[in-house]
């Protein structure tokens, strides 16, 4: 939830959320939702009405895929990378935003957006390009893609020594 709005996030611990759609490219968070009316009567005197007590409306369920990297560093001396693999035959829009770590602050030059290629790879060379401030934050990457068909690895490499270690990105609430 960590690119969500905090009066969304908050409203979404508590089981309650109130949200406006404000643009054509807002996400809509995944969650429960919940209507109420407020009833006002345009004659009080000769219509008395009640409000409606809050009740189940449906729920937003995500059409895409979520994969999540819990712990992305950029160490001096390494390089980091996301790799994002698209096996559909559409071009697929993906955004990262990033979840800090606690008392740490990340900070991410603005929402990273892109597309990966049909039946193809999107491979961010240097994570400096997404993160900056402290070097350690949990990526989120939110993929306009069918879940069978979107894959992700974080990779680091220190190129001096030539280690490499590589990590499948996980996908949240299924591992």
Known sequence: MGGL????QAGIASGFVEYTKTSATAAIPEA???ASVKAVSAAPTTYRVTDIAAKAVGSFVRNGTVLQAPLAQIPSGWISR???TNTSGLARPYSITLMNVENETAVTPGTLTGT??????????DLKTVFTGNNRATIVVN???PDKSIQGLYQIVNPTSGSISNHALIRPGTN
Do not use: R
């Open 5 to 8: 709005p905090k009066d969304v």
């Open 32 to 34: 429960e939702f919940k």
């Open 82 to 84: 996301l790799v994002l």
């Open 116 to 125: 990966i290629p049909a039946n193809g790879t999107k491979v961010i060379d």
């Open 143 to 145: 993929v306009a893609g």
